[in-house]
């Protein structure tokens, strides 16, 4: 199994690397101060513009999706993009959005590369490939367990030349953005068909009458700048020409996404992981307790070796993924996808909370960003499908094999 970069990766790699150096780190205490001056926790400041537009005079620009369209006719491999995303994950403020390949916009361009029309391309797709506009996806419900989407409530029921939407959805990352413009939706057009045919996807301008956001969810207490919105939707009437493909077909959207987008939260978990170490081997470096470093405690060089060894383990586990992703698609790489969406996040947690540990109080503060990685990455572990759901899936295609 080849998990070599291309020469286009290994090119692109050294262009993020140095990009990163002399722009994205030293931007962090910058955006922390125009954050800060804005006063709004979901505000837009001015430097994640200023990056944007450089990375982009790099060409270090929508890295991340792997399918052919109008606008990106030379995609990279998941392999290669995973080498990248990873870097990206050690400044997780700042670097995914300046390459424009943040999420929820990049699983939204994914679905609208590969299922929306050329009119829902032209007008959606092309502006999010731009880095214009922001949007979000609409899933989870606060009344059902949205880790089954089987058992989402929110109606779209066809009316005439329309569609009308009831219902409410939260945790809905992206919608408190001011730069939101459209939502994808996902409800049943159907409640009688076949459990798998009865939900639609359906494109929700954010300004359609009816659209409400009742309120914006923290994350233990941190307000993330895009937010994560509680919406309510009553007599929403979009055009029927917003429906992504066809009726009944959005469990199979949901479940057909090809990209990196299945797994580019555990790339970018491997470069959270690593900041998280990097910080932590600084830390006990130059600190002194009982009359020396803490880095000579034996117990502090467990932590650190541990953190090296898991976090090898859980990149070549994600290489793999992406590698098998490429080569025969994300039906033959299920297995490596479910399982590295559990070992990714806990892997950084891990790491994360060593971290904490060796910066004592000052670890769990705002002084440094490792209490805001750990909510992050504890959130992840069911943002991203709960744990107990991936496990499933690796433990019934592994009895499958047993089976008479």
Request: proline share 5%; aromatic share 6%.
């Amino acid at each position: 199994m080849n998990l070599e970069q291309t020469a286009r990766g290994k090119e692109l790699e050294a262009r993020l690397l140095e990009f990163m150096d002399t722009h994205v780190y030293p931007a962090e205490s910058v955006y922390r101060e125009q954050m800060a001056a804005l006063g709004d926790p979901h505000g837009h400041p001015q430097i994640v513009e200023a990056l944007k537009a450089e990375a982009r005079s790099r060409c270090l620009w929508n890295l991340f999706l792997p399918h052919r369209t109008e606008w990106t006719p030379d995609p990279l491999s998941n392999l290669d993009y995973a080498y990248l995303a990873e870097i990206t994950g050690r400044a997780m403020d700042l670097a995914p959005e300046a390459l424009n390949c943040a999420a929820p916009d990049t699983g939204n361009m994914e679905v609208l590369a590969l299922f929306g029309t050329p009119e829902q391309q032209e007008r959606w797709l092309y502006p999010l490939l731009q880095g214009e506009i922001r949007s979000a996806f609409a899933m989870t419900e606060p009344d059902v367990a949205s880790s089954d989407a089987t058992n989402i409530q929110l109606r779209i029921e066809r009316d005439g030349d329309d569609y009308v939407l009831n219902g409410r959805k939260w945790w809905i990352s992206g919608a408190a953005s001011e730069r939101c413009r459209i939502l994808i939706v996902m409800g049943k057009t159907d409640p009688d068909a076949p459990r798998h045919l009865q939900q639609s996807m359906i494109l929700v301008p954010m300004d359609t009458p009816g659209l409400t956001r009742v309120r914006d969810l923290p994350v233990f207490g941190y307000q993330d700048r895009e937010g994560h919105c509680e919406l309510d939707f009553t007599d929403v009437r979009v055009p029927a020409a917003n429906l992504l493909s066809e009726e009944g077909s959005g469990f199979a959207i949901a479940q057909g996404r090809l990209g990196p987008g299945r797994i580019h939260h555990c790339m970018r978990c491997i470069g959270v992981a690593e900041r998280a170490l990097d910080l932590m081997c600084r830390r006990v470096t130059e600190r002194v307790a009982f009359g020396r470093p803490l880095a000579e405690q034996g117990v502090i060089r467990e932590w650190i070796a541990d953190s090296r060894i898991e976090i090898e383990q859980a990149r070549l586990l994600t290489l793999k993924a992406a590698h098998l992703m490429d080569t025969v698609g994300t039906k033959g790489a299920a297995i490596e996808i479910s399982a590295i969406k559990v070992v990714a996040p806990n892997v950084a947690l891990r790491v994360v909370d060593r971290a904490i540990q060796a910066h004592g109080g000052g670890g769990v503060s705002d002084d440094f960003p490792l209490a805001a990685m750990y909510a992050g990455l504890r959130t992840l572990r069911f943002a991203d499908g709960p744990d107990e759901v991936h496990r499933r899936q690796v433990a019934r295609t592994e009895l499958a094999r047993h089976a008479g």
